[in-house]
């Protein structure tokens, strides 16, 4: 069975610093989707970065950038120039390739200082 | 275009009690997920929907959890009897299968509590 590891319950940065968070993961599989999902309070769930396990090159949308490490079976997101509205839960997540459900880690919570 | 949508978006019931939940995913979406989400966890899923068909409820707890999605466009979770146990936010999705990405598209989640 895939599994999904969070090691950092909290982070925090300082506001237009950068700050990575880190995931691990487990699977016997070769192609598959990973994740990271943004949950402010409102509990909306929102994509923040999509990486497809064949492509060797890291995705990047705007500050958000990940380092996919696939034979360590591990997916930091990096967030570059932190805003106060970055604040939130963050959750790692895994998907089969050909569709169904999401697996998610237990999730960091990054807080921003002013 | 309009995202997902869940009602209510708060419900607070004493155990023992039923409750449901309605969820209307994307236009067109054909895919729909409901996950639940205990407190300082992620959330897991609870059943998938293909069109009309439930394709996985493996993690469903079916002596007291039921799910339907009539003509393969809203759905309802219900719960009966609720325990306290059930308290959690309970999560929709939908996404396009097959499609670009499959990517899901979550709505803003019911918060239950049960007392």
């Known amino acids: 069975a895939q599994t999904v590891t969070q090691s950092q319950p909290e982070m925090s940065v300082q506001e237009a610093e950068t700050v990575t968070l880190s995931c691990t993961y487990d699977t016997s599989e070769s192609d598959y989707y990973l994740f990271w999902y943004k949950q402010p309070p409102s509990r909306q769930m929102i994509l923040v970065i999509r990486?497809?396990?064949?492509?060797?090159q890291n995705a990047t949308e705007n500050r958000f950038s990940v380092n996919f490490q696939k034979a360590a079976k591990s997916f930091s997101l990096k967030i570059s120039d932190s805003q106060l509205g970055d604040a939130a839960m963050y959750f790692c997540a895994y998907r089969r390739n050909q569709g169904g459900k999401l697996i998610f880690g237990q999730g960091t919570e990054l807080s921003v200082k002013p | 275009e309009a995202g997902v949508v869940q009602s209510p978006r708060y419900k607070i019931i004493e155990k023992k009690q039923p409750v449901a939940f309605w969820c209307n995913p994307i236009?067109?979406?054909?895919?729909l997920y409901w996950y639940r989400q205990n407190l300082g966890q992620g959330p897991e899923l609870l059943i998938r929907?293909?069109?009309?068909?439930?394709?996985?409820d493996s993690q469903l707890p079916k002596d007291r959890f039921s799910a339907e999605r009539l003509k393969g466009v809203d759905s309802t979770l219900k719960i009966q009897p609720a325990e306290l146990g059930d308290s959690a936010v309970y999560l929709c999705?939908?996404?396009?299968?097959?499609?670009?990405?499959?990517?899901?598209?979550f709505g803003p989640g019911t918060r239950l509590t049960v007392t």
């Open positions: 999705a939908s996404s396009l299968f097959p499609g670009p990405t499959y990517e899901q598209y």
């Open positions: 929907y293909e069109n009309e068909e439930a394709v996985d």
């Open positions: 236009s067109g979406h054909n895919t």
């Open positions: 990486q497809e396990a064949y492509k060797q």
